[in-house]
T-cell receptor
Framework: LAKTTQPISMDSYEGQEVNITCSHN???????ITWYQQFPSQGPRFIIQGYKTKVTNEVASLFIPADRKSSTLSLPRVSLSDTAVYYCLVGGNTGGFKTIFGAGTRLFVKA | NAGVTQTPKFRVLKTGQSMTLLCAQDMNHEYMYWYRQDPGMGLRLIHYSVGEGTTAKGEVPDGYNVSRLKKQNFLLGLESAAPSQTSVYFC??????????????FGQGTRLTVV
């Protein structure tokens, strides 16, 4: 599985757009990029996945440059309830049965 | 629409006691997983199963056993609990052909304290 690097923590204010970048320099051709969100005392929740270019859903957008060596999770107009840990995962449908969750990025949204 | 349900949600054990954590999913998923999460850290895979009757070791399997007798259930056992097993345990499942790297559904967690 490709190693990922993301910031340990980020602060933001309500109403701002938050961008969390993940580096994955050794991503393989068949790898997908997936982001999970984890609230305190809850299990991680899948939020978005992409392979290249841009993906958008009702929660977030995921931007992936052409070289795919990094990706950016974009949360539009965050609220206090977006305070959570965000994990970036890179891999395919095989070889996923290993340690794949790093420490993630702790996002603090302030009023 | 229950998804992944873990039982119990909280438990305190004395060192040396045994217990079983139950995970049940109602999504007909082939793959199921048990993770542990220690304070301030990500999740580490304990054991996983790719189908009924199959199990395999993850990164941190020592001190744990698992069974998958029914497709919808995945049990995690601690035969002789140790304080180092104090953690939050998460169960997850994923559809055929997909793994936690692509998409998985997690339970709410079981907070286990071993004293």
């Amino acid at each position: 599985l490709a190693k990922t690097t993301q910031p340990i923590s980020m602060d933001s204010y309500e109403g701002q757009e938050v961008n969390i970048t993940c580096s994955h320099n050794n991503i393989a051709t068949n790898d997908y990029i997936t982001w999970y969100q984890q609230f305190p005392s809850q299990g991680p929740r899948f939020i978005i996945q992409g392979y290249k270019t841009k993906v958008t859903n009702e929660v977030a957008s995921l931007f992936i440059p052409a070289d795919r060596k990094s990706s950016t999770l974009s949360l539009p107009r965050v609220s206090l309830s977006d305070t959570a840990v965000y994990y970036c995962l890179v891999g395919g449908n095989t070889g996923g049965f290993k340690t794949i969750f790093g420490a993630g990025t702790r996002l603090f949204v302030k009023a | 629409n229950a998804g992944v349900t873990q039982t119990p949600k909280f438990r305190v054990l004395k060192t040396g006691q045994s217990m079983t954590l139950l995970c049940a999913q109602d999504m007909n998923h082939e793959y199921m997983y048990w993770y542990r999460q220690d304070p301030g850290m990500g999740l580490r895979l304990i054991h996983y199963s790719v189908g009924e009757g199959t199990t395999a070791k993850g990164e941190v399997p020592d001190g744990y056993n698992v069974s998958r007798l029914k497709k919808q259930n995945f049990l995690l056992g601690l035969e002789s609990a140790a304080p180092s097993q104090t953690s939050v345990y998460f169960c997850a499942s994923s559809p055929p052909g997909r793994t936690p790297v692509t998409e998985a559904f997690f339970g709410q967690g079981t907070r286990l304290t071993v004293v």
